[in-house]
């Protein structure tokens, strides 16, 4: 099982950036996708989740302004983050979490760094 996160970077405050996280491995659709994020000397944090079947759900502090999707013929899952503020500033990280069974799989996380 393979989760390739890709897309971070450095960017000015109210930059965008997209993620993209491509699987391998895992019958996609058996699978809620998510973002999370770890700023330095903070615990990880859910950012964003969606169903197989499109439902998605988002933190608070990112509500409106990011946005997850996902493709199936793609097995990947994507995060449009507009409007970045350096308290974004984190490394990302793409989850897959089985529906029906117990499996849950990382990626390696991507850095997204927002200046002032």
């Known amino acids: 099982v393979q989760l390739q996160a890709s897309g971070g970077g450095l960017v000015q405050a109210g930059g965008s950036l997209r993620l993209s996280c491509v699987t391998s491995?895992?019958?996609?659709?058996?699978?809620?996708m998510g973002w999370y994020r770890q700023a330095p000397g903070k615990q990880r944090e859910l950012v964003a989740t969606i169903t197989s079947g499109g439902s998605t759900n988002y933190a608070d502090s990112v509500k409106g302004r990011f946005t997850i999707s996902r493709d199936s013929a793609k097995n990947a899952v994507y995060l449009q983050m507009n409007s970045l503020k350096p308290e974004d500033t984190a490394v990302y990280y793409c989850?897959?979490?089985?529906?029906?069974?117990?499996?849950?799989?990382w990626g390696q996380g991507t850095q997204v760094t927002v200046s002032s």
């Open positions: 989850n897959a979490k089985a529906l029906y069974y117990d499996a849950n799989y």
């Open positions: 491995g895992i019958i996609f659709g058996d699978y809620a």
